[in-house]
């Protein structure tokens, strides 16, 4: 038996019950396969010998080539923005844990006429969107197909991501486009690895919303920082959180698994399966 785990509830990560009940399902197995490789400190030493990282992403070779240039969508899409802030993401999830607040509060109170920001996603409270800036600030729903044309499109388009809560598979997404992306610490998921604070993004205190707005604006205004960064970001993705680089994590499991399977003389395994 193999358990794909995040080894810990990461938005209840000190919950003593919580944490038994995991470590007790950690001894059970024969493997682990874990999101990130900052996870093997979450796990007892005793079980760390049998745990192999499949670096958490998305397939970036479904994403298709787009041609045209960022004033072309701009302009297709009604985005009047010199420099865009992008956030995407699941908006009504979880007692809003992605923090869209702090952005749409931000471009309420920002004086710039050179600056938007662009929200993608589904489940906006009616309660946001009335506090939405019309003047930099466009909403666009949930924007989904199959073959990923549209969004590709809306990352192109966009200079910096934005999302400071719980930045998940969208930080994977940004970082392809070679957008750096802005986030808070606190409960963050198991990509937030691939941040890494001055190099392709910046990770401000939690909470702290003239902090984001700080390093926001620094990358709007400094167009040689950012393209630096944006250059990282992308070479850093592709680098840690290839499809290849998940499918040799869980390769490695098994053939671990399957090796202790055959070497197994006494005892009993609670391996299942052929």
């Known amino acids: 038996m193999i358990s794909w785990t995040k080894t810990r509830n990461l938005d209840d990560p000190n919950n003593a019950v919580r944490n038994a009940m995991f470590n007790y399902v950690h001894r059970l197995c024969d493997g682990l396969i874990l999101y990130t490789d900052n996870l093997m400190e979450l796990l007892p030493e005793s079980q760390r010998h049998k745990a192999f990282i499949a670096n958490n992403t998305i397939n970036f070779e479904e994403f298709p080539q787009i041609e045209e240039s960022k004033g072309e969508i701009k302009e297709s899409l ?3 923005f010199q420099k ?3 956030f995407v993401g699941r908006i ?3 007692r809003n844990r992605k923090k869209i ?3 749409i509060d931000l471009f309420r ?7 938007g ?3 993608v996603g589904s489940s906006m409270p009616e309660e946001l969107k009335s506090r939405i800036n019309s003047e930099n600030t466009r909403y666009l729903g949930e924007v989904h197909e199959p073959q990923n044309l549209q969004i590709s499109r809306i990352f192109k388009m966009a200079d910096i991501s934005s999302i400071p809560g719980h930045v998940g598979l969208g930080l994977n997404q940004a970082f392809y486009w070679g957008l750096p992306v802005v986030t808070e610490e606190g409960l963050q998921p198991p990509e937030i690895c691939y941040l890494k604070h001055g190099r392709n993004g910046f990770i401000v205190p939690e909470n702290d919303v003239a902090a984001l707005r700080e390093r926001i ?3 709007a205004d400094h167009d040689e920082v950012r393209a630096q960064l944006s250059a990282n970001a992308r070479e850093d993705i592709l680098k840690r959180a290839s499809t290849e680089g998940m499918f040799q994590g869980f390769l490695k499991c098994v053939e671990f698994v399957s090796g202790r399977r055959r ?3 006494f005892g009993f395994s609670p391996f299942v399966g052929n």
Do not use: A
């Open 263 to 265: 070497n197994l003389r």
């Open 217 to 219: 604006l620094y990358l």
């Open 109 to 115: 109170g920002l004086k710039r006429d050179d600056l």
């Open 92 to 94: 009504g999830e979880e």
């Open 101 to 103: 607040d702090h952005l």
């Open 84 to 86: 865009v802030v992008l």
């Open 117 to 119: 920001l662009v929200i």
């Open 78 to 80: 009604g985005i009047p």
